[in-house]
T-cell receptor, first 114, second 113 residues
Framework: SQQGEEDPQALSIQEGENATMNCSYKTSINNLQWYRQNSGRGLVHLIL?????REKHSGRLRVTLDTSKKSSSLLITASRAADTASYFC??????????????FGQGTTLQVKP | EADIYQTPRYLVIGTGKKITLECSQT?????MYWYQQDPGMELHLIHY???????EKGDLSSESTVSRIRTEHFPLTLESARPSHTSQYLC????????????FGSGTQLSVL
């Protein structure tokens, strides 16, 4: 793949459980972002973590970044049926300069069963 | 919700037709992007623009072309559509300066028969 690889590719959990998705990348980055995509729709930005940050929280979302391992994880706590969607990580490579050209992973499809 | 709009949402056309996918944003963003996405796959950048009269090809080769005559408008054109062009096309924009998040439109699902 280009830059990001995500695992698992698909995840199915019960409502109320936590969901963890992982992303690995290959080159040095300015930041890493997570997006959500409902079926057949555009992407919605969830959270951005910069290369000098290790952890970030936003509501029920927790993102970690380990630049030494070139990996990130997204944790959704107390999942809801409405969290059912595909989740993509996207990296902003240092080599891209100030272009804003993100490189997206293949995504994790999350199904939350009521 | 982001103020970036794409039309049409769905388009089914025959081979050889010329089409234009529209994308407009009202946020005054200088940077705009077109991504192509096949079902269940990652997004591939096909075009981007830093501002008016600035367009460049992305990492994925595409037979489409774009123009940026106005800040808010970034249309994508296919001169002669083929079945291999069947895909979802996503338009996005972001603020100038330091790289921040992208705002996406709802996408155009194109099917070429």
């Amino acid at each position: 793949s280009q830059q990001g690889e995500e695992d698992p590719q698909a995840l199915s959990i019960q409502e109320g459980e936590n969901a963890t998705m992982n992303c690995s990348y290959k080159t040095s980055i300015n930041n890493l972002q997570w997006y959500r995509q409902n079926s057949g729709r555009g992407l919605v930005h969830l959270i951005l973590i910069r290369s000098n940050e290790r952890e970030k929280h936003s509501g029920r979302l927790r993102v970690t970044l380990d630049t030494s391992k070139k990996s990130s994880s997204l944790l959704i706590t107390a999942s809801r049926a409405a969290d059912t969607a595909s989740y993509f990580c996207a990296t902003d490579p240092i080599s891209s300069g100030n272009t804003g050209k993100l490189i997206f992973g293949q995504g994790t499809t999350l199904q939350v069963k009521p | 919700e982001a103020d970036i709009y794409q039309t049409p949402r769905y388009l089914v056309i025959g081979t050889g037709k010329k089409i234009t996918l529209e994308c407009s944003q009202t946020m005054g963003h200088d940077k705009m992007y077109w991504y192509q996405q096949d079902p269940g796959m990652e997004l591939h950048l096909i075009h981007y623009s830093y501002g008016v009269n600035s367009t460049e090809k992305g990492d994925l080769s595409s037979e489409s072309t774009v123009s940026r005559i106005r800040t808010e408008h970034f249309p994508l054109t296919l001169e002669s559509a083929r079945p291999s062009h069947t895909s979802q096309y996503l338009c996005a924009s972001s603020e100038s300066g330091r790289n921040e998040k992208l705002f996406f439109g709802s996408g155009t699902q194109l099917s070429v028969l």
